[in-house]
């Protein structure tokens, strides 16, 4: 038996009154974030290109984002709020640690091959 789903987004703050508005919804709430994305990387204030935890702020920002909207997607679009707490906690945290994983190994490497380029073949004994 199918249950209907919520109209809401934002914890109830906005509702709706169909299936298609909240689509349309989230929507322009993804499209408002992605927008801020792109005006970000085309001028890439100055203000925020000062180094935070070995990269720029910048940087930090478009992958806050690009969490942000991918949670959202998993939430509305895959329906996670349905879900038992759980379920909604083993799918968030798998993909909370995973990405964080993931930068972990990107600045390793990232750093390692900027000091192969800087300073010639280095040795790193782990």
Do not use: C
């Amino acid at each position: 038996m199918a249950h209907a789903h919520k109209l809401e987004i934002f914890r109830g703050l906005v509702k709706f009154k169909s299936n298609t508005q909240k689509i349309w919804g989230v929507l322009i709430f993804l499209t408002i974030v992605t927008a801020v994305e792109v005006v970000l990387g085309i001028y890439k204030p100055e203000a925020l290109m000062g180094k935070v935890l070995g990269m720029k702020g910048l940087n930090w920002i478009f992958i806050i984002l690009t969490l942000v909207k991918a949670y959202y997607i998993t939430w509305d679009f895959m329906h996670m709020r349905d879900e038992t707490k759980a379920l909604r906690r083993m799918v968030v945290w798998t993909g909370i640690f995973l990405v964080l994983y993931l930068i972990f190994i990107l600045l390793q490497e990232g750093g390692y091959v900027f000091n192969v380029y800087d300073n010639g073949y280095i040795k790193r004994d782990f």
